[in-house]
């Protein structure tokens, strides 16, 4: 089912109005949902009842790195700060260890089609150890030797250079995704990130030089002393790079659960009229430069596989954002990591000395998870088909899943009516479709079908739609 949205329309009040908070929906249910009652009984059943299916799907691993040299005062993420690199040698020996007891539970023959590393920072480990890594990798897990594959790893540009793509070319890395978030010098000095340009064009000019398939760049907008023309002149410097792929994230300011935000000045902080003009300058400018505007926060050039999977309707949502391959179990390895078995998520422990003591006691470091009923199922494929393509067939919907589609789904469809009334969708008996002024207001429409957000009624937890 092809996406048939050209081009989303931008609406300044509009948006403004239905600028509250929501899910993204890199998973439904989403992550509150999941529970300590699961553990690691649970996630051995999934993997066995997944080798059992008529033809296994492939694997995705994402193994995520915690640790930075230095903290960047607008994240949000789980990392340990530290100059130490002997804190890696113990966390990849812990590493190893994991893989050792994870890898034997799948059959040996599902091989690994992608393979992601996050942080953190990941390329906190140099080239030797980086090789060892994936070398261990290899031993446990049959990974993909084909060009097809995706084998990506996020870079802070301060501590990489083209060396090191070069040693990651070489070791079977594919795929770069560079942190930039702003050229400017003010911004960059507000958030604790100083980085040249000159950097980031040596580290893709190497990376294409050794044949890495595709580079990513992320921005942010919504961080201090940002304003319409100095991002204006961020993006012009981007465009020049001329990377695959662009993230523009919106910076959400969460500082009684994220520490490091403390740091930044509130006052300088740009306000809400800003914000949504830096989120309309992005997108005229990327789309006028050829980019396509996939959803979210994603922008791909028009020849690149993200566009290609969503005009073709096979592109799908996962915890790395969207991905062409919709066939694939993800397994998470590492401190914090998540993994999605056929209707099964779980998710390790969030502490590194927790995930030490689990390991060491002849755990899997799972302390959290959930598996899906069969409500649960129907509703994250629709979801998922309405935050890559914007389009449902109600008939078809209903026909592979044996339910009536307006019945079963009365109560979201009456929430969905308002939406239409703002010309966000259009619904006839055959049909639910975004509209291009709705596009960029797809999680509102994803949010009238999750049960769980009107049972709680509580969107407190989620960031802003914009």
């Known amino acids: 089912?092809?996406?048939?949205?050209?081009?989303?329309?931008?609406?300044?009040?509009?948006?403004?109005?239905?600028?509250?908070?929501?899910?993204?929906?890199?998973?439904?249910?989403?992550?509150?949902?999941?529970?300590?009652?699961?553990?690691?009984?649970?996630?051995?059943?999934?993997?066995?009842?997944?080798?059992?299916?008529?033809?296994?799907?492939?694997?995705?691993?994402?193994?995520?790195?915690?640790?930075?040299?230095?903290?960047?005062?607008?994240?949000?993420?789980?990392?340990?700060?530290?100059?130490?690199?002997?804190?890696?040698?113990?966390?990849?020996?812990?590493?190893?260890?994991?893989?050792?007891?994870?890898?034997?539970?799948?059959?040996?023959?599902?091989?690994?089609?992608?393979?992601?590393?996050?942080?953190?920072?990941?390329?906190?480990?140099?080239?030797?150890?980086?090789r060892k890594l994936l070398g261990s990798l290899r031993r446990h897990f049959n990974m993909s030797t084909h060009a097809e594959r995706?084998?990506?790893?996020?870079?802070?540009?301060?501590?990489?250079?083209?060396?090191?793509?070069?040693?990651?070319a070489e070791a079977g890395m594919?795929?770069?995704?560079?942190?930039?978030?702003?050229?400017?010098?003010?911004?960059?000095?507000?958030?604790?990130?100083?980085?040249?340009?000159?950097?980031?064009?040596?580290?893709?000019?190497?990376?294409?030089?050794?044949?890495?398939?595709?580079?990513?760049?992320?921005?942010?907008?919504?961080?201090?002393?940002?304003?319409?023309?100095?991002?204006?002149?961020?993006?012009?410097?981007?465009?020049l790079l001329n990377p695959d792929r662009i993230a523009a994230y919106s910076y959400a300011h969460l500082p009684q659960m994220f520490k490091a935000q403390r740091q930044l000045e509130a006052a300088a902080l740009p306000d809400a009229a800003t914000k949504l003009a830096l989120f309309g300058r992005t997108l005229e400018m990327l789309t006028s430069a050829g980019y396509v505007y996939i959803g979210m926060d994603h922008f791909a050039r028009a020849d690149n596989e993200l566009a290609f999977a969503q005009r073709a309707g096979t592109l799908q949502r996962n915890f790395q954002g969207y991905s062409t391959h919709r066939d694939c179990d993800i397994v998470g390895l590492g401190v914090s990591s998540i993994s999605s078995i056929g209707p099964v998520y779980s998710q390790n422990t969030r502490d590194l000395k927790t995930y030490y003591n689990m390991i060491d006691g002849g755990?899997?470091?799972?302390?959290?998870?959930?598996?899906?009923?069969?409500?649960?199922?129907?509703?994250r494929e629709l979801i998922n088909m309405l935050m890559c393509h914007g389009k449902i067939d109600k008939i078809r919907f209903a026909h592979r899943h044996r339910l009536l589609f307006d019945a079963y789904f009365s109560d979201d469809l009456e929430r969905l009516e308002m939406l239409a009334r703002d010309g966000l969708v259009e619904i006839d008996t055959r049909k639910i479709k975004?509209?291009?002024?709705?596009?960029?207001?797809?999680?509102?429409?994803?949010?009238?079908?999750d049960r769980y957000l009107h049972q709680s009624g509580n969107q407190a937890r989620f960031s802003r739609v914009i």
């Open 1 to 130: 089912m092809a996406n048939v949205i050209s081009a989303p329309q931008f609406d300044a009040e509009l948006l403004a109005r239905y600028d509250t908070t929501g899910p993204r929906y890199t998973s439904y249910p989403t992550a509150p949902q999941f529970s300590d009652v699961f553990d690691e009984r649970s996630l051995r059943a999934a993997i066995a009842s997944s080798n059992e299916e008529p033809i296994p799907s492939a694997l995705s691993i994402y193994v995520h790195v915690p640790f930075c040299l230095s903290p960047c005062f607008y994240c949000g993420c789980n990392r340990v700060i530290t100059r130490d690199v002997g804190k890696a040698d113990t966390y990849l020996g812990y590493l190893r260890r994991e893989f050792e007891r994870v890898a034997p539970l799948f059959d040996p023959d599902r091989e690994v089609h992608q393979l992601h590393f996050g942080g953190g920072t990941p390329n906190f480990l140099d080239l030797p150890r980086m």
């Open 150 to 168: 995706e084998f990506g790893i996020e870079l802070d540009p301060r501590h990489a250079d083209a060396e090191y793509v070069r040693g990651l």
């Open 174 to 239: 594919n795929r770069l995704s560079l942190g930039i978030q702003d050229f400017d010098p003010r911004v960059q000095q507000a958030v604790n990130r100083v980085q040249n340009i000159e950097r980031v064009e040596e580290i893709m000019r190497g990376a294409r030089a050794c044949g890495f398939r595709s580079i990513s760049v992320d921005l942010i907008y919504g961080l201090p002393y940002q304003n319409v023309d100095t991002f204006t002149r961020t993006l012009e410097q981007v465009i």
């Open 363 to 379: 755990r899997l470091p799972v302390v959290r998870g959930m598996e899906l009923d069969e409500d649960d199922q129907i509703r």
């Open 434 to 449: 975004v509209t291009e002024r709705g596009w960029l207001l797809v999680r509102h429409v994803a949010m009238c079908f």
